[in-house]
Every structure is written in C-alpha cells, then in structure tokens.
C-alpha cells in the first residue's frame, strides 16, 4: 500500500514557475513508477509527465514537454514536478499517482494509488 501525498500547488502569473512534490509512505515506494496528472473541471484527467521506478526514464505529454521536468528522491519517497515557463492552460489540480507495474505509462487507468491533488492556478 502507498500514500501518496502532493504539495506546492497555488496561484502564479503567466511565465512564472512552480515546484510540485509528492510524498510517498511504504516501503515498497521505490518499486513504482510514478505519474503527474492534471484535471480541470468538465474534462477527463490527462496525462503530464511520469517517471520510472528508477527514475532512468522519463515521459512527457506533448503540452508540457520542455517546459516541465519530473524527478523523484528514492532516499526521501519523494516525486517532484518543476513547472516552468507556465501558462494559464496549465490551470487545473494536479495529481501523483503510482504504478507498481509499469515503467511510466500514460494511462490514469494503470495506476493503483493516487493523492488528493493540488491546485495549480495560473493568471494571465
């Protein structure tokens, strides 16, 4: 079982940055890929960056390739998302996930854990 656990959400001006974190509990922790995903109101939650259990591999969606940067902290069980260059599309909740089986999949439906999420609001 993994708790999964996201921070550092809030309101920032167009072209400004943030740092989401993630922070995991279990021990098992650093056997799962991990997965950033993000929601906004009416829409399906979509994909946005995922990581290997290693971290060796890395993914992004097409949208936010370039601009945001996904890592993860064994030592710690922490996952992080550095947001940069942001854009008022970017505004939605954004959420951790975990995959005990993959190496960073895509799809929401092949993760068994998932936080709460954080909100990412940001102005134009």
């Known amino acids: 079982q993994v708790q999964l656990v996201e921070s550092g959400g809030g309101l920032v001006q167009a072209g400004g940055s943030l740092r989401l974190s993630c922070a995991a509990s279990?021990?098992?922790?650093?056997?799962?890929?991990m997965g950033w995903f993000r929601q906004v109101p009416g829409k399906e939650r979509e994909f946005v960056a995922a990581?290997?259990?290693?971290?060796?591999?890395?993914y992004y969606a097409d949208s936010v390739k370039g601009r945001f940067t996904v890592s993860r902290d064994n030592a710690k069980n922490m996952v992080y998302l550095q947001m940069n260059s942001l854009k008022p599309e970017d505004t939605a909740v954004y959420y951790c996930?975990?995959?005990?089986?993959?190496?960073?999949?895509?799809?929401?439906?092949?993760?068994?854990?998932w936080g709460q999420g954080t909100q990412v609001t940001v102005s134009s």
């Open positions: 996930a975990a995959d005990p089986i993959g190496e960073g999949s895509t799809v929401v439906a092949e993760y068994y854990y």
């Open positions: 279990g021990r098992t922790f650093s056997m799962y890929s």
């Open positions: 990581i290997s259990w290693r971290g060796g591999s890395t």
